[in-house]
């Protein structure tokens, strides 16, 4: 069967973040899919079938570790491996919507992030190397700690212990600030750091930015259009709109690796 490899939420090759794209005519066995994407190795595989009803497509996620409830950056790759106007999935997530914006951009409908004020874990700004400003739990279908810091330097100077990390109950944690200035043509810098489900540092994050669209928009004025900067070693960004419970994140994608899977 076919297997492609996307990197998404960028326009060029060996950037942005790369996920495993494969398209089923129904789902087998649960571990085999997990089987592929520990040997494919990258922070996400895509799975897909077609439906009847509900939704065009079933669509499921793993990392190499787990499986996951909401995806952003292989949602996207799934979509332009697609490359239809419009694409509905139904998810563990529920029902996601992936829109042809032309040129090559997709818009994808996504759950807002429940954002909830917590305290800060005793463990936690050991662990991350920083001063902490805030956090706030993101709710059930991502589990994130999204992690204010001071500023976008902290942002993107942080080391972390991902082996401490590893051994937390949280999917991952989310850190970020404002952009330092206009000039990067972004609003906000974030970075992910998911070990606890078999991803260290994942290059760019779709689903995060379902909280840091909320999150940025309330501390900038209440404007409902960003851009977001993810800071990982290979960068992307990804444009955010806020539509009261569902966030809009647009990116791009492109195929670098189309070949076949024989196991």
Not at 134 to 144: A, E, I, K, L, N
Request: net charge negative.
């Amino acid at each position: 069967m076919r297997i492609q490899i996307v990197d998404a939420f960028t326009a060029k090759p060996f950037s942005g973040n790369p996920a495993g794209v494969v398209v089923l005519s129904e789902f087998p066995d649960a571990e085999w899919m997990q089987r592929v994407a520990a040997e494919v190795n990258l922070s996400e595989t895509a799975f897909l079938h077609p439906l009847a009803e509900e939704a065009d497509f079933a669509l499921r996620w793993f990392t190499p570790a787990v499986e996951v409830a909401l995806c952003g950056h292989a949602t996207l790759a799934t979509a332009h491996v697609l490359g239809r106007d419009k694409t509905s999935f139904a998810t563990r997530s529920g029902i996601l919507t992936a829109t042809s914006a032309g040129e090559g951009w997709y818009t994808l409908d996504f759950p807002t992030a429940p954002l909830t004020p917590v305290e800060a874990p005793p463990w936690l700004a050991g662990v991350l190397g920083a001063e902490i400003v805030s956090v706030h739990h993101t709710g059930p279908d991502t589990d994130d700690l999204l992690v204010e810091l001071r500023d976008e330097a902290t942002v993107r100077g942080l080391r972390p212990d991902l082996g401490a990390l590893a051994k937390k109950e949280n999917r991952g944690v989310v850190v970020t600030a404002q952009a330092a200035g206009g000039e990067g043509g972004y609003d906000f810098v974030s970075r992910f750091f998911g070990a606890a489900a078999g991803v260290g540092e994942d290059p760019v994050t779709g689903s995060a930015h379902t909280a840091l669209t909320p999150f940025w928009s309330a501390r900038l004025g209440g404007r409902t259009e960003l851009t977001g900067y993810q800071a990982s070693p290979r960068g992307g960004y990804v444009r955010v709109t806020l539509a009261g419970d569902r966030t809009l994140l647009t990116g791009q994608a492109v195929t670098v690796i189309d070949g076949e899977l024989t196991a």
